[in-house]
């Protein structure tokens, strides 16, 4: 693998691309923001996914507290499967990079505090970075995605950089 | 006395380090990867149809990256048992892991500091599946009530 690595800030005032990385980069700067409100069954369904047992509390409980990871549920817009790319894969992955496949590669996860149901949580996704490394088989390119949550006083609730990996 | 209790009794100096975690086996089932794809609206078809997911060059359905992290979260927080909380987790996959088939999460802490009347516990982490083949490597950060 060919060590050299590119890496690209990502801001919305990109200046003009020289290449299709830094087209994507220039394309996908802008953060999504959106709200959303946590219920125990959100907390209940995520708990049963991931292998943990939850108790089985009323929709209105406010007490459940919700597994470590669970803002990862708020990672990805909610949008209708026909505005998605061809393999489905999540909107926030879809830049103009001369790759369609993908996969999930790292994660960096940082917790302030634990969700509980009923809160309200700010979200803010943002594709931060795109990197490319040359390899034997191919360039791959690193999509680095921050999915930032925080509560309605912008206290901060967790920070995620998810990075995947792109190939042709 | 539990490995976990001797982190409150011992003085971090006092600590003979790595202390392993314990293991926790799993076995992830195509219903799982379903259910964890539906709770995070994951729509990506390597995570329920074999055929799309080989034609990527897969050799199957693929385990998502964030429920691997979800492993290795109960990993620690079974360890924990509410007694403190994980400040950071990082992973990587190395290797894409598949339903149905067995996978180990494990790892050892590796050091204790005391900093502003918090202890705090540094993981290393692994995820392996058969014949210890690695398929995540993995990093945390705990804080101890």
């Not at chain 1, 990805?76 to 993908?102: C, I, Q």
Request: overall charge neutral; glycine content about 8%.
């Amino acid at each position: 693998m060919n060590e050299r690595t590119i890496e690209v800030a990502v801001t919305p005032q990109a200046e003009a691309p020289a290449s299709g990385v830094e087209r994507a980069d220039a394309a996908a700067g802008a953060p999504k923001r959106r709200k959303c409100r946590v219920t125990a069954r959100d907390i209940r369904r995520f708990a049963q996914a991931i292998g943990e047992s939850c108790p089985l509390l009323d929709d209105d409980d406010e007490s459940l507290l919700a597994p470590p990871l669970f803002c990862q549920t708020l990672a990805y817009e909610e949008l209708p499967l026909e505005l998605l790319p061809p393999d489905g894969s999540p909107k926030e992955l879809d830049v103009p990079v001369p790759a369609k496949r993908v996969v999930g590669g790292s994660s960096e996860f940082t917790l302030y505090r634990r969700v509980r149901a009923g809160e309200l949580l700010a979200v803010v996704t943002t594709l931060k970075a795109v990197r490319v490394k040359h390899g034997k088989s191919g360039p791959l390119y690193l999509l680095d995605v921050e999915t930032q949550c925080t509560d309605p006083e912008g206290n901060p609730v967790s920070t995620e950089v998810a990075t995947y990996v792109k190939r042709p | 006395m539990s490995d976990l209790t001797r982190f409150y009794r011992l003085r971090p100096g006092e600590l003979s380090l790595p202390l392993p975690l314990p293991t926790l086996s799993l076995e992830p089932t195509a219903g799982q990867v379903f259910m964890f794809s539906a709770v995070t609206w994951n729509r990506h078809h390597i995570h329920y149809s074999d055929e799309a997911a080989r034609a990527e060059g897969h050799q199957g359905v693929v385990v998502q990256r964030a429920l691997i992290g979800n492993f290795l979260a109960r990993l620690l927080t079974g360890w924990l048992a509410e007694r403190g909380e994980i400040r950071s987790l990082s992973w990587k996959v190395v290797k894409s892991a598949r339903p149905g088939r067995p996978l180990r999460c494990g790892g050892d802490v590796v050091t204790v500091e005391e900093l502003g009347g918090e202890r705090r516990l540094r993981c290393e982490l692994k995820v392996v599946g058969e014949d210890d083949e690695l398929l995540a490597t993995g990093n945390a950060t705990l804080i101890l009530h």
